[in-house]
C-alpha cells in the first residue's frame, strides 16, 4: 500500500493480558515512530527507529512498553499487563530521512491502533 | 507542563471566510514548526512547515506565520471551505531531536456553508 498501515484497528484488552500493535510503514522510509494519543489530547511521542536501530525511547511510559523493528521495516509495540491509562489510539509514523528539518520529509500517519483496557 | 500550546479548543467559521488557528510555544529551541490536520478515525495528516529562520510560508490556500519573538505561531486558511473542518495540531521540533515532535491538544475546526 502507499501509506503507513497498522492493525489491528481496534483492540479490546482485559487488564493485565499482554499487547502487540503492528506497523508497516512506507517502503523504504528509514525513520519510524510510535506515538500514544489519550483522548481529548496531542500525540505524544514515545519512541523512533533509524532502520532498525532504537534510537530514542525516552517517551516509552514504563518498562512495560517495548518496541522493536528487527528488520528495519515492520514495527511492533508491545505493551505488558495492560493497566487502564494504557487506553489510547497508538499512532505510528514514517518518514524518509532521519530528523525533521527545512529539507527533511515530515511524518506520515498510519490511522492508529484504538486500544481501550476494560 | 504543555511547551505547545493551542488555547482554543473549537473555531466556527462561514465559508469563504478566514480561519485563523493559534499556537504558542514555551521552548525557545524549537526551531521548526509543523501544522498537522487530522480528520475522524484517520492518523494526523501533514499540511504545512516552517523552519524558524522563516517568518511566512504560503502554500495555496494555507500560510503559516512565525513570531519567534512572541513564540507564536499561526495558521490561515483563506478562502475557509466545508472541507476543510477538521482537527488541527500545531507540533514542533528542535535540531538534533531526531523527529520527536511535541503536539498541540488541537484545535477543531468548523467550517459552515
Known amino acids: 500500500g502507499a501509506g503507513v498501515s497498522q492493525s489491528p484497528r481496534y483492540k479490546v484488552a482485559k487488564r493485565g493480558q499482554d499487547v502487540a500493535l503492528r506497523c508497516d510503514p512506507i517502503?523504504?522510509?528509514?525513520?519510524l515512530f510510535w506515538y500514544q494519543q489519550a483522548l481529548g489530547q496531542g500525540p505524544e511521542f514515545l519512541t523512533y527507529?533509524?532502520?532498525?536501530?532504537?534510537?530514542?525511547k525516552s517517551g516509552l511510559p514504563s518498562d512495560r512498553f517495548f518496541a522493536e523493528r528487527p528488520e528495519g521495516s515492520v514495527s511492533t509495540l508491545k505493551i505488558q499487563r495492560t493497566q487502564q491509562e494504557d487506553s489510547a489510539v497508538y499512532l505510528c509514523?514514517?518518514?524518509?530521512?532521519?530528523?525533521?528539518?527545512?529539507?527533511?520529509?515530515?511524518?506520515?500517519f498510519g490511522n492508529g491502533t484504538r486500544l481501550t483496557v476494560t | 507542563d504543555q511547551q505547545v500550546k493551542q488555547n482554543s479548543p473549537s473555531l466556527s467559521v462561514q465559508e469563504g471566510r478566514i480561519s485563523i488557528l493559534n499556537c504558542d510555544y514555551t521552548?525557545?529551541?524549537?526551531?521548526?514548526f509543523l501544522w498537522y490536520k487530522k480528520y475522524p478515525a484517520e492518523g494526523p495528516t501533514f499540511l504545512i512547515s516552517i523552519s524558524s529562520i522563516k517568518d511566512k510560508n504560503e502554500d495555496g490556500r494555507f500560510t503559516v506565520f512565525l513570531n519567534k519573538s512572541a513564540k507564536h505561531l499561526s495558521l490561515h486558511i483563506v478562502p475557509s471551505q466545508p472541507g476543510d473542518s477538521a482537527v488541527y495540531f500545531c507540533?514542533?521540533?528542535?535540531?538534533?531531536?531526531?523527529?520527536?515532535?511535541?503536539f498541540g491538544k488541537g484545535t477543531k475546526l468548523s467550517v459552515k456553508p
Open positions: 517502503s523504504g522510509h528509514v525513520s
Open positions: 527507529f533509524q532502520n532498525e536501530a532504537q534510537l530514542d
Open positions: 507540533a514542533a521540533s528542535r535540531e538534533g531531536s531526531q523527529g520527536n515532535l511535541i
Open positions: 521552548n525557545s529551541m524549537f526551531d521548526y
Open positions: 509514523a514514517s518518514s524518509t530521512l532521519p530528523g525533521q528539518g527545512p529539507y527533511n520529509s515530515p511524518l506520515h
